[in-house]
């Protein structure tokens, strides 16, 4: 038995996974954001009742540096730089592993979803922004500092000017240009606008596109267009043979096929079947992926 913890920035899941990896016993419970000691008090109650010989596994949203532990995260400012795997540890009298909810995303999807049977796994979550992990024979490749995976950085968009020009904005990363700041939900929403559609959520942005709206095809043309040429690079570097995705964009189904579609006509090798796939493990990827991480 593992428990499992998959923590964002507004709630705490909690499960216990069999040797199976399936999931019983779930607690949710909100973050505590702010306040560190009544961060570690939720984890201990969830935890509450299990022999301290069973370890627990943690998902979070933030990037975990392997070598000094600490954790950096946006939404849970509580933790930030606190090297949590041996702080909790320490503070729950129990075996803790903490690993990025991506990675733990796309690990779930490698062992147990449409990444099953695959040597080569790159998860794609297109959720407010972009992320990534790489699974190679069934373990995730980090990194040195916790980022591998993070495919929606580097200045992928040139500045230019004129009609139809795509913006090359400021991201949260430091840099300018990177598909982060178009790729997901809020992203596509921005470049809708900038290409003269006007303020719409990407929900509605995309009903219309599926309608045959104009302005709405334009904007998910430039957006194909440039997912695909980042997402055809690392199909080519990793050698990856399935991209599960995961995040709010990747229930668009239609959105997801023409993605593939764009994705498979720009990669090197030949690939008859489906290479961007929608996630099989919606809700509980987090929980899963965390429940195999291994030391």
């Known amino acids: 038995m593992i428990l499992c913890a998959d923590i964002g920035g507004s709630y705490i899941d909690f499960a216990q996974a069999d040797a199976k990896h399936e999931l019983s016993h779930r607690k949710r419970m909100p973050t505590p954001t702010t306040d560190l000691d009544r961060f570690v008090s939720v984890m201990n109650d969830m935890a509450a009742g299990y022999d301290a010989t069973i370890p627990l596994h943690i998902a979070i949203a933030g990037v975990c540096a392997p070598r000094s532990g600490q954790t950096r995260t946006a939404n849970i400012p509580c933790v930030n730089g606190v090297p949590l795997r041996r702080f909790l540890t320490e503070r729950l009298g129990r075996r803790v592993l903490v690993a990025n909810d991506a990675h733990c995303f796309a690990l779930s999807e490698a062992m147990q979803g449409a990444g099953a049977g695959h040597d080569i796994v790159f998860g794609i979550i297109l959720g407010t922004g972009v992320g990534g992990g790489l699974i190679i024979d069934g373990r995730p490749v980090i990194g040195p500092g916790g980022l591998g995976?993070?495919?929606?950085?580097?200045?992928?968009?040139?500045?230019?000017?004129?009609?139809?020009?795509?913006?090359?904005l400021p991201c949260q990363c430091g840099q300018r240009g990177c598909l982060d700041t178009i790729g997901g939900a809020r992203g596509i929403e921005r470049l809708h606008h900038h290409l003269g559609g006007g303020e719409l959520h990407a929900r509605s942005l995309l009903a219309q596109w599926q309608e045959g709206d104009g302005a709405a095809r334009r904007t998910v043309d430039v957006w194909l267009d440039r997912m695909s040429a980042g997402l055809a690079m690392v199909a080519n570097v990793t050698g990856a043979s399935i991209m599960p995705a995961g995040g709010g964009l990747a229930h668009q189904v239609a959105l997801i096929e023409a993605l593939d579609r764009t994705v498979r006509d720009r990669i090197l090798r030949h690939q008859e079947t489906p290479l961007v796939v929608p996630g099989h493990l919606p809700g509980e990827s987090g929980l899963i992926g965390a429940s195999w991480l291994k030391d």
């Open 149 to 168: 995976g993070e495919w929606g950085h580097g200045p992928f968009i040139a500045e230019a000017t004129g009609p139809g020009s795509i913006p090359s």
